[in-house]
DNA sequence: TCGTTTCAGTAAATCGTTTTAGTAATGTTA
DNA sequence: TAACATTACTAAAACGATTTACTGAAACGA
């Protein structure tokens, strides 16, 4: 008859049902013949413990270790309060931005012995709302809100990267904005562009609206003028370079001139040379494109992007930083702060001297 | 004087204080003047509640509603062992593959009121084995390993997508590799190719080695064999289309000429055509391409990608199901079973006729 | 020799839920 | 009217750790 109790059975039986569901301290502690107190002192190194002999010390490390003994999560977190989680908000998993920004925060909380959770919302509020919930159930210490509109009045710490979070007490990471305006807008003119287009971000982008206007505003600091007509946006939520190549569709049937468009990001620069293929301008020859971010693809597509990269690993990792910052030192929560990143120019392939 | 038990002191100090630290069970039931079990039982619709006249309960679920009390899933979780989340094994967040995979897979798991937690282990060992300790310590219920090779002898129920994995009571979600590569293979004989060359995955990629070798045995069935200089391989982790770059400038270094090039993924077809391109090779008028798994670039890249695609968010969300299904029925785990899903040929740009 | 430290630990409370095993009070049935 | 069922609840144990407040024994100092 089977056995029902072990059912993965074997030679070593005992072995294998220890690590089935794994021991307890209080197991741990019956096998060494001491309380539990005691071994868990000794384990967490606790100032008491010193009155433990060095002899029993060891016997309790070697015997934990030769029975893989791992502390119940939950149960420890329960008692201390404390979770070592924050919570990410973010719009898409997909596309490069957010996994460039989600790789500087997966460094700097690994090296800091902390873990996420993520949430991706697509932009639907009840999503939002619904994750930030969701993050308070399971306790986060903390939230790192990225390129999310919120709203949430939560006591918990936040830190928003490109997010522009006004509430007090939140810590922003942004761009300079200006400053990566004018390296764009500088760029073009440099080669004597004067009819720029722009491709604006989805209104659902916190990014969106700055980054327009600065562009505008440098544009103007050159004397350029960018014509309402010349100004297109994506729409939907479509991670892919499609919304892109809508946008620069609709530039296209404007029929207002253009020999430069400036492009809310690389992904849809991509979807816009396709468009402009199609239409049958080249680039960079008829028409100069910038991107912005610098995803990996950026360099290899081509023509090879001109961009404007943001430092997006940086802005995860200090955003991160910032955040386990508030949550340790327990920072005064009614101080909001700006923190600002600088952008640079990649010049590459898709940018060209103006046709005269 | 400060005070210093209620920092964000103001006019409406209790109702912050009350978010501040967020309800529990004791407190409700204190402010219903009932005990911590009866409004435990109610608010969970135990049947045990069934004797609670209607009124009471409505009294509970308003007041429950009104002071906004969420159970802590904290202690929720210890007492019943149970955490309702999973953890996710990953190579990397970035790139198309990871994010399309995991878009199904969160989709289902959000169906299903569960939640996950991700690992990316960048192919190192240690990383791995830090990753599934931390997943056991954190009391998930289930793991999902996505396109990495594990040898973790865990007991928990576990499923792997392009994976491999050959121990008893594992399940695979693996994609047709047989039909996948007479697909592609055909296309390009139809063509009239017939010096063909291979990129292969990187060595810890799970699927190299079936992938390669399924196309070769397709090839020979059309009576071509495959040079033994004409299959070059993707080194290092660099999930940017660099790696097929370069690997595709060995196959041109190797001096033997071929007309076609299968590549492991999109990503390292993109770098390869850039290397062609620099090398006078034009595409798909020297060389055709073929890439894999249709992220969202394939279509936009000039020239657009043909592509092997595999159903990543359908894999994604099967490998959940599957897994859910185990952690639910407790099927025999003794079991292996294996997944097949199909793939599909993606016409575009970057194949045509071969020179003759 | 008495009082005080130090040593080597342990008992019990605690974190916030869920759940088992009750208990009074009332109503119903034989 | 005694036995039983139902109603409307509650006390206390449990989950697996951490931590506070002890205890009994040995060692030490005066």
Redesign the interface.
Known sequence: MADFKN??NTKNGLN?VT??K?LTLKELASELKLSPTTVSLVLNSAPTANSIPKETQNRIFDTARRLNY??????R??RAQR?HTIGVLIP?????Y???V??GV?EKLLEKDF?Y??G?HRHQPAFIERYT??F????VEGILSIDTPEKHQT?LPIVSISGHDDSKGATNIVLNHKSAAIMAVEHLVNFGHTKIAIIKGQEFSSDTEVRCLSIIEAAAKFEIQIKNNLVSQLIGND????TG?LAAKKLLESGEKFTALVSFND?SA??A??AL?EAGLEVPEDVSIIGFDDI??A?????SLTTIRQPLKEMGSLGVQHLLDKIHNNID?NISRTVTVEPELIVRQSTAKAKS
Chains 1, 2 share one sequence.
């Not at 360099?299 to 023509?303: G, S, V």
């Open positions: 059912p993965n294998q690590k089935r794994s791992r502390p119940n999560y939950i149960a977190s329960l979770t898409e998993l997909s596309g490069g957010a996994s460039m989600l790789s997966e873990y959770f993520i991706s919930r969701f308070m159930e399971r306790c006591f991670p892919s370079p499609q190549y992904m991509i979807g040379i396709r293929k990996y693809e360099k290899f597509h081509n023509p929560e």
